[in-house]
């Protein structure tokens, strides 16, 4: 038992650590890289199956992205603040026979917390392409960790032949 728990308290250690130091995108710098890499507003989509986690992305309290497969998704752009967006297991997505249409659908957000889901009705339908999305994202982590040459060598300290001549 003594065990279990040093290994979960070693592991939670280690993802706080991780998450700490990691660089991560705010909300607002999200939702514009989303915006960045959206089409023109379009009426309608065909949702092709149920949303689940996976296949959807809070960008803050007024946006949400839905993949329809790997690289092709849409910005579903909300009239106002979505409550218990940001925090929803998975989300409900109004339809007719299948197509999801701007200022008549909405997105019903779930939650374990609240009893009465509020209803957020979807005001913009923006395409978006994954495949710039995630080049966009790629580049930007590669900006910041940088691109080490392969030429350069480690310098392990001083060397014997740094020192002063006396």
Same mark, same amino acid.
Do not use: K
């Given at each position: +038992? *003594?065990?279990?728990?040093?290994?979960?308290?070693?592991?939670?250690?280690?993802?706080?650590?991780?998450?700490?130091?990691?660089? /991560?995108?705010?909300?607002?710098?999200? =939702?514009?890289?989303?915006?960045?890499?959206?089409?023109?507003?379009? !009426?309608? =989509?065909? &949702?092709?199956? =149920?949303?689940?986690? /996976?296949?959807?992305? @809070?960008? $803050?309290?007024?946006? &949400?992205?839905?993949?329809?497969?790997?690289?092709? $998704?849409?910005?579903?752009?909300?009239? $106002? *603040?979505?409550?218990?967006?940001?925090?929803?297991? /998975?989300?409900?997505?109004?339809?007719? =026979?299948?197509?999801?249409?701007? #200022?008549?659908?909405?997105?019903?957000?779930?939650?374990?917390?609240? !009893? +009465? @889901?509020?209803?957020?009705?979807?005001? *913009?339908?923006?395409? &978006?392409?994954?495949?710039?999305?995630?080049?966009? #994202? *790629?580049? +930007?982590?590669?900006?910041?960790? $940088?691109?080490? @040459? !392969?030429?350069? +060598?480690?310098?392990?300290?001083?060397?014997?032949?740094?020192?002063?001549?006396?």
């Amino acid at each position: +038992m *003594r065990r279990l728990l040093t290994a979960l308290l070693a592991v939670t250690v280690t993802t706080l650590v991780g998450c700490a130091t990691s660089p /991560t995108l705010s909300t607002q710098d999200r =939702f514009n890289l989303y915006v960045q890499h959206a089409g023109p507003p379009v !009426a309608s =989509f065909r &949702l092709a199956r =149920f949303v689940r986690q /996976t296949q959807w992305t @809070p960008l $803050g309290d007024r946006a &949400l992205a839905v993949w329809t497969s790997q690289s092709v $998704g849409h910005l579903l752009e909300l009239r $106002g *603040r979505c409550t218990g967006l940001s925090i929803a297991h /998975t989300v409900e997505i109004t339809n007719s =026979f299948g197509t999801v249409n701007a #200022r008549w659908d909405s997105v019903i957000p779930r939650t374990s917390s609240v !009893a +009465m @889901p509020q209803s957020c009705r979807i005001i *913009r339908i923006r395409p &978006l392409d994954g495949t710039a999305i995630r080049d966009a #994202r *790629r580049e +930007m982590r590669n900006t910041i960790y $940088g691109e080490r @040459p !392969a030429d350069l +060598m480690e310098d392990t300290g001083p060397d014997i032949t740094d020192r002063p001549v006396d």
